[in-house]
Nanobody, 126 residues
Framework: DVQLVESGGGSVLAGGSLRLSCAASGDTYSSYCMGWFRQAPGKEREGVATITIGTGNTDYAGGVEDRFSISLDHAKNTLFLQMDSLRPYESGIYYC????????????????????WGQGTQVTVS
């Protein structure tokens, strides 16, 4: 299985930047895809960005592609999410996740497709 630990969250002003990290251990490369998900207070957990391990293909939620970038450092077993020009509504707990399912399209951003989750890291934009 896969163990995931997020870090890099914090508080920033609107327009600021953060880089989140997710340290992975276990059978990292056995997963089909990994992603970042956000849960804001009073809202459902939603997909932000995903990356397919085998192909490197990335997918983003609407409205973030020009500002966010997901990447995977295979040598360090670390997943990153670079977030620029952050907006207040993007505050929430950001979770790293891994899926063993073969998923594509909009399904990549569905939390229910992911089996392994980190503890989350808080992001506050004000």
């Amino acid at each position: 299985d896969v163990q995931l630990v997020e870090s890099g969250g914090g508080s920033v002003l609107a327009g600021g930047s953060l880089r989140l990290s997710c340290a992975a251990s276990g059978d990292t490369y056995s997963s089909y895809c990994m992603g970042w998900f956000r849960q804001a207070p009073g809202k459902e957990r939603e997909g932000v960005a995903t990356i397919t391990i085998g192909t490197g293909n990335t997918d983003y939620a609407g409205g973030v592609e020009d500002r966010f970038s997901i990447s995977l450092d295979h040598a360090k077993n670390t997943l990153f999410l670079q977030m620029d020009s952050l907006r207040p509504y993007e505050s929430g707990i950001y979770y790293c996740a891994a899926s063993y399912n073969t998923v594509w399209g909009w399904v990549l951003l569905k939390p229910t497709e992911y089996q392994y989750w980190g503890q989350g890291t808080q992001v506050t934009v004000s």
